[in-house]
């Protein structure tokens, strides 16, 4: 997981709530171990959970990343902060390879769900161990699913202005929304990338307990593509089926390639929501446009031959499965009907 094996802090050897004197104190001891052709390990490298390589490149690169407070907060998000002693225990047993223990502790002090100015840290902490764990060889879902939802409770909560305090002291405003969808659509990008046994429906439901904003400006954002999709083709296939009506069935057939699309968009929000159904609706319609116009067009200039009754009898059955609305159904029904007739 690239997030977590080039993660800045853990590049530079400190805590995300290190002061920058202190990372700067780290880079000057890399510096000069660097200089003299040596490695350098730190106590919070943890190489068992991911690899860690501390090239001229990377360290600049880690350097690059902790200079502009927005970024220094997101790749904070990644990593640990130490701040009590159940802190402290929990990093003392991942530093041992403990890692189970560290969960175990850490889940103690935050399993009833809550925020407080005494636990937000060892939720954060947590948060980010489950994250990182998610991603260690085979993907764990279980850990996965419960790293998101208290990620979505630390940043609904209003410790998380205590948090920005603490990693960025000097800067009096972030933009908080930009931090969590970027935070979003990092771990999206993880999880397509790794292939992994959660769906996308499945990851829109770990976003549950993000603030309402968030939930919702990033559910619009995944629909929208297969929408857009959907909309455009049905746009472009009613200008040609009005140009060439004996080409229609045809261009029917084509817009079946876009049931996929539209399998999307039932997994990312439900064929009860409206903007579903207005979808799927445009698109049955379509369909049964296509068949009377080619229908219309043959039984003026020729005969049906049974491959094209067939045909239009097969898309018209898919174009009743596709329609939401009753009204619409029913008239693909009816012309269904006739047309077989």
């Not at 948060?127 to 879902?141: M, P, R, T, V």
């Not at 040609?240 to 261009?251: I, V």
């Not at 990312?268 to 369909?287: G, H, M, N």
Request: hydrophobic fraction near 35%; proline fraction near 3%.
């Amino acid at each position: 997981m690239e997030i977590i094996n080039n993660n800045p802090f853990r590049l530079i050897g400190v805590k995300s709530s290190d002061s920058d004197k202190d990372i700067l104190k780290q880079l000057t001891k890399i510096t000069r171990f660097s200089e003299v052709g040596k490695d350098i390990s730190f106590e919070t490298d943890l190489p068992h959970l991911g690899e860690i390589i501390r090239s001229k490149e990377n360290i600049n690169q880690a350097k690059r990343n902790l200079e502009k407070p927005q970024d220094k907060l997101f790749h904070s998000l990644f990593w640990f902060n130490i701040e009590n002693h159940i802190d402290e225990t929990g990093f003392e047993s991942l530093k041992k390879k403990k890692v189970d223990k560290a969960v175990e502790i850490w889940r103690k002090v935050v399993k009833d769900g809550k925020v407080s100015s005494k636990n937000y840290t060892t939720l954060s902490n947590l948060k980010s161990l489950l994250l990182i764990l998610s991603f260690q060889k085979n993907f764990n879902k279980d850990y996965f699913i419960e790293g998101m939802n208290l990620s979505g409770l630390f940043f609904s909560s209003p410790e998380f202005k205590n948090y920005n305090k603490k990693i960025i002291p000097d800067v009096s405003s972030h933009d908080s929304v930009a931090i969590q969808k970027k935070f979003i659509d990092t771990l999206q990008r993880e999880v397509k990338s790794k292939k992994t046994s959660i769906s996308l429906k499945e990851f829109l439901d770990t976003l549950e307990s993000f603030p309402n904003s968030i939930k919702k400006d990033y559910r619009d954002k995944v629909s929208n593509s297969p929408i857009n999709k959907i909309e455009t083709e049905v746009t472009n296939i009613a200008k040609l089926r009005d140009e060439n009506p004996s080409e229609s069935l045809q261009y029917a057939q084509s817009l079946l390639g876009l049931v996929e699309e539209l399998d999307s968009l039932a997994k990312i929000t439900d064929p009860s929501d409206v903007k579903y159904q207005l979808i799927a609706d445009k698109f049955a319609k379509e369909i049964l446009e296509c068949t009377i116009s080619f229908y219309n067009n043959k039984i003026n200039t020729g005969v049906v031959i049974k491959e094209e009754a067939d045909l239009l009898s097969e898309l018209l059955e898919i174009s009743v499965e596709i329609a939401s609305g009753e009204q619409l159904k029913k008239r693909i029904e009816e012309n269904k009907e006739d047309i077989i007739d």
